[in-house]
């Protein structure tokens, strides 16, 4: 699959509508654009919210897109990897 700057215009807008905190891009999306199979984010809610919701939301908005979507929080090795490694959309 090909990820271009529309599916993540996209991301970067539904992040937006929800009052996202923070959504950070790695994986093979970010590595090799031209040929990866989903979209591997990383995103910080505002207390109390729900990145399960945005999971949905980004599922109803990029159909034909498969998009793993993490919590920032709690703070790990992993997410601490992806911070540093990872470029920040919002």
Not at 57 to 79: C, G, H, K, M, Y
């Amino acid at each position: 699959m090909h990820i271009t700057q529309y599916h993540l215009d996209i991301i970067i807008e539904r992040a937006k509508a929800m009052r996202l905190q923070k959504v950070i891009l790695f994986g093979g999306a970010l590595e090799h654009p031209n040929d990866t199979e989903d979209i591997d984010i990383a995103v910080a809610t505002e207390q109390g919210g729900n990145f399960i919701e945005f999971a949905v939301d980004l599922e109803r908005a990029l159909p034909s897109v498969w998009v793993d979507v993490v919590p920032i929080q709690p703070n790990t090795p992993f997410i601490q990897y992806v911070e540093r490694k990872g470029r920040v959309l919002c």
